[in-house]
């Protein structure tokens, strides 16, 4: 059992205006194999919130705490955030030009578990979680993310997670960009990897549609930097049906 705890956490970001409060003091606790859902407008800080916790250099983390089992994530550098077991599947994945998928998954569970897998498993692995999400065995060979689809960059950041085997998972907007196909078949990754390793997701997104394949546990409402109002999956309904204009309201 492992839990991410969140506690009254404050971060800002340089801005041509200058320095701007983004994360206004963000409370959350996730447990393993729980799903919370983060929604919210644009701009409410929710990407900031994942950038923040996985250590991006962007952000300045004013006050409050990040526990992963007790330990302080904020007094670690960013590879040993995950090698604690924290995962972040980003909204605008990067092309690494010159690294192909094959060596940039094995380099990556080697760092993340301390040694190298055995190749025979590994390779066994590897091809099972690839046709699971319906890859072509050719991506192997590519480049990392080099002229992938918005499909395709989303297929491969699951294909990590289900490798890397974290155990909190933050998804930042992993539907956005998909079509029905691959919307259905990346949330049968996640949720493929909650059954086989527990792993506790942090799922970001502004839509329902996600939350038709994932089913949440928990549902934040993300409005001005911080929790606006918690509840279960009837809540993202509400919001299907009302939007955020009241809690805009509030928060104004």
Same mark, same amino acid.
């Given at each position: 059992? #492992?839990?991410? !705890?969140?506690? %009254? @956490?404050?971060? /800002?970001? $340089? =801005?041509? !205006? &200058? =320095?701007? $409060?983004i994360l206004k003091g963000v409370n959350l606790t996730i447990r393993s194999g729980e799903t919370h859902a983060i929604m919210g407008p644009n701009g409410s800080g929710k990407s900031t919130l994942a950038y923040a916790i996985a250590g991006h250099p962007k952000y300045e983390i004013t006050s409050g705490e990040v526990l992963l089992d007790g330990e302080d994530l904020l007094e670690m550098s960013v590879d040993e955030r995950a090698r604690a077991g924290l995962f972040l599947a980003m909204q605008y994945p990067v092309e690494v030009p010159g690294v192909t998928v094959s060596n940039f998954l094995r380099t990556a569970k080697t760092a993340v578990s301390g040694e190298a897998p055995a190749l025979r498993t590994w390779v066994k692995d590897v091809k099972g979680a690839m046709d699971n999400l319906r890859m072509d065995p050719a991506f192997a060979e590519r480049n990392v993310n080099e002229g992938f689809s918005g499909g395709e960059k989303k297929r491969? $950041?699951? @294909?990590?997670? !289900? @490798? @890397?085997?974290? #155990?909190?998972?933050?998804?930042? !907007? /992993? %539907?956005? &960009?998909? %079509?029905?196909?691959?919307? +259905?078949?990346? #949330?049968e990754g996640v949720n493929r990897a909650k059954e086989n390793t527990e792993v506790g997701v942090m799922l970001i997104t502004h839509y329902t549609r996600i939350l038709n394949y994932i089913t949440p546990d928990f549902?934040?409402?993300?409005? %001005? &930097? +911080?929790v606006a109002e918690e509840g279960g999956p009837e809540l993202a309904e509400r919001l299907e049906n009302e939007g955020y204009d009241r809690f805009l309201a509030a928060a104004n």
């Open positions: 059992m #492992s839990i991410l !705890e969140i506690k %009254d @956490l404050h971060a /800002t970001v $340089e =801005t041509p !205006e &200058g =320095t701007k $409060e491969h $950041e699951i @294909l990590q997670m !289900e @490798l @890397l085997k974290p #155990s909190i998972a933050i998804l930042d !907007e /992993t %539907d956005s &960009g998909l %079509d029905v196909d691959a919307l +259905r078949i990346v #949330s549902v934040h409402v993300f409005v %001005d &930097g +911080r």
